[in-house]
């Protein structure tokens, strides 16, 4: 399983996210634009001492993206439609695709 952020905006997020994906051996795919340069001190601190451990892979948009990951199943999370998280069976190679913090996936 790996965890993809679609423009991600804040900083801190993401470092957040980068240390969750650490402790668990998670790819983390950034797909740009990014709202912060990577060398941001705030995803640096919000990443703490985990950075070593990090698997991270920057895409330079999202067909890039998208065609990297052609043979992977993208699941995209949205608060507008779909199935409840509850209801819903992962596999193991799924990609789990989250938009931006302000507007989220964009419709297409």
């Known amino acids: 399983m790996e965890i993809s952020l679609f423009e ?15 402790a668990f051996n998670i790819t983390l ?5 990014l709202g912060f340069k990577l060398d941001d001190k705030y995803l640096k601190r919000a990443g703490l001492d985990y950075w070593h451990l990090m698997n991270i892979v920057n ?27 509850r209801d819903f069976k992962f596999q193991k190679n799924d990609v789990l695709l989250f938009g931006r913090e302000d507007n989220g996936l964009p419709d297409k």
Do not use: H, M, W
């Open 59 to 85: 895409y330079p948009d999202f067909d890039v993206f998208k065609k990297a990951k052609r043979n992977n199943r993208l699941i995209s999370f949205s608060k507008k439609n779909g199935i409840y998280l």
């Open 29 to 33: 795919n950034l797909i740009e634009p």
């Open 8 to 22: 991600p905006r804040i900083p801190q997020n993401t470092g957040s996210i980068a240390r969750t994906c650490a």
